[in-house]
């Protein structure tokens, strides 16, 4: 996705070049008023494309930022299936034991200690 910024820049040179080329080819041959105005329409395309480039990573930063909730919420829903396996997990390991202790007290029942 980041290799659009690549484009996105490419596209912002290709519309300000033909504007500034065409803008010093007038600008030669018009007066000190109409130089001026056309260098401030120049500066006004090079803050235009500066402005499109800024929306377009505006936007990927954006989708970066749903995608990234997007990938929170699929793993907080994994790390709650993980507890309450644990929790299952350690209810029976807690079973067990019980059971354990229990037969242990059998055997011991059969063979007193001494």
Do not use: W
């Amino acid at each position: 996705m980041r290799e659009g910024i690549g484009t996105g820049l490419m596209i912002a040179a290709l519309v300000t070049v033909p504007c500034t080329a065409a803008a010093q080819q007038i600008a030669q041959g018009a007066g000190p008023v109409d130089a001026a105005r056309q260098q401030k329409q120049r500066q006004a395309g090079a803050a235009y494309g500066e402005l499109q480039q800024a929306q377009y990573e505006a936007k990927l930063a954006e989708q970066d930022l749903l995608n990234a909730q997007e990938a929170h919420a699929a793993a907080q829903k994994q790390l709650d299936a993980a507890k309450k396996a644990l929790s299952a997990a350690q209810a029976k390991v807690a079973q067990a034991q019980k059971r354990y202790d229990a037969a242990l007290g059998g055997v011991d029942q059969v063979f007193p200690k001494k």
